[in-house]
């Protein structure tokens, strides 16, 4: 459930989630990042060196006091970040500890600090929230789905790139449940024509209406 007033001493999960104007979420990183689906733009934030981006992706990263990581983003960073140590991001990712969303109770986790959820997701998430005060979940977009799709998060944050793929794995793929979001911050732009937009749920799915009825 996301957190409220009368719950301060809840943690809350955060998504964060770079996305291009149609949606699309996938590998923005690199182009193995992830293939899957013959995707052909593996890499498409790359031309985008966004001030704006860079910043705040720094400042949430020192917020986090753990990672949830879906198993291809974990395997991504696992590979990486502990080569990187001499980092400020390495630093804080190589300590905290990280949870890796799978159902594969063989999955290697060779990454230090590292332990598997995903037996019952929103339990999960309720531990998480009473262990930790800021969990941030990066990239990982079919976790994210699944987080979106039962609001269990608290916190979404969409970093919006002005390019447009027409395919790909999106934020909200076709079919994803009727919900409603509420915007929790005035949105920011960057050099680069990225724009940060920050969510949290909210309650009902969405209703209908006629345009000018109450004139």
């Known amino acids: 459930m996301p957190v409220t007033p009368e719950d301060p001493g809840t943690g809350r999960i955060v998504i964060d989630l770079f996305t291009t ?23 498409w934030q790359a031309p ?14 020192r917020e986090l006091d753990a990672l949830l990581l879906g198993r291809r983003t974990y395997d991504i960073f696992a590979d990486y970040w502990p080569l990187h140590d001499d980092s400020e991001i390495g630093r804080i990712l190589n300590a905290a500890p990280k949870y890796v969303a799978s159902r594969d109770p063989w999955i290697p986790l060779a990454w230090n600090g590292s332990t598997r959820v995903g037996e019952d997701l ?35 944050r969409l970093w919006v790139y002005p390019v447009v793929l027409g395919e790909g794995k999106q934020v909200f793929p076709h079919g994803a449940a009727p919900s409603k979001l509420r915007l929790v911050g005035p949105p920011e732009s960057g050099s680069e024509g990225a724009v940060l937009l920050r969510y949290a749920p909210a309650p ?12």
């Open 21 to 43: 104007l149609d949606g699309v979420a996938q590998a923005p990183g690199g182009p193995e990042e992830d293939p899957s689906g013959g995707f052909r733009f593996g890499g």
């Open 48 to 61: 985008y060196p966004d001030d704006m981006a860079g910043r705040t992706v720094i400042a949430g990263i």
């Open 122 to 156: 929103a339990a999960e998430m309720r531990n998480l929230r009473e262990r930790h005060r800021e969990v941030h979940v990066i990239g990982s977009v079919d976790l994210a789905h699944t987080l979106v799709a039962e609001q269990l998060f608290d916190e979404l």
């Open 204 to 215: 009902g799915t969405p209703e209908t209406g006629v345009m000018g009825a109450g004139d």
